[in-house]
């Protein structure tokens, strides 16, 4: 079975510019959740999603930042205008969770961003 | 105080060693615990959840204190492919039904094993 899909793997572009980050989660998981890595934060949660409904978008840095998730097998994560302090590493999740129980959270492969 | 603190190492240790790995936590309400493992360049994955009682899972074995909240991991017999970034994770309660489903990670810690 295939893992969670990110694309594309790596990004430069301009400051200014919008980039939209792509994410597949695995089938049959109802929770997606998107997260920015850098060397001075780590892994920072910034949204994630129940049955493609955001349930907490408290971690979104700034009105820059938006995240949609139109049916289960697909969202996007959009920066809009771009600007260096972007410049992370942007990993999506996906886990499938039974009543109480926190199951493990599988991570893609993350979409490395530079922002010039 | 951050939710979830580790030491960030390096922590430099010779091939067959043993390592431990402390970890503490802030929110009381945790209920879930687990160690993830972090390759240079690669996504987390997760190593193994911690339960009350401690755990074993071949070389490796995780022990849990709720009183002092605190979360440690212990790896014996060190193997060169150990070395990698060991992420201490926790579990952020939320008002939602269960509410176990948001995670916090630790920065963590750098583990290099030396030949």
Known sequence: ?116 | RKEVEQDPGPFNVPEGATVAFNCTYSNSASQSFFWYRQDCRKEPKLLMSVYSSGNEDGRFTAQLNRASQYISLLIRDSKLSDSATYLCVVNAPTRRLFGNEKLTFGTGTRLTIIP
């Open chain 1, 1 to 116: 079975d295939a893992g969670v899909i990110q694309s594309p793997r790596h990004e430069v572009t301009e400051m200014g510019q919008e980039v939209t980050l792509r994410c597949k989660p695995i089938s049959g998981h109802d929770y997606l959740f998107w997260y920015r890595q850098t060397m001075m934060r780590g892994l920072e949660l910034l949204i994630y999603f129940n049955n493609n409904v955001p349930i907490d978008d408290s971690g979104m840095p700034e009105d820059r930042f938006s995240a949609k998730m139109p049916n289960a097998s697909f969202s996007t994560l959009k920066i809009q205008p771009s600007e260096p302090r972007d410049s992370a590493v942007y990993f999506c999740a996906s886990s499938f969770i039974q009543g109480a129980m926190t199951d493990t959270q599988y991570f893609g492969p993350g979409t490395r961003l530079t922002v010039l």
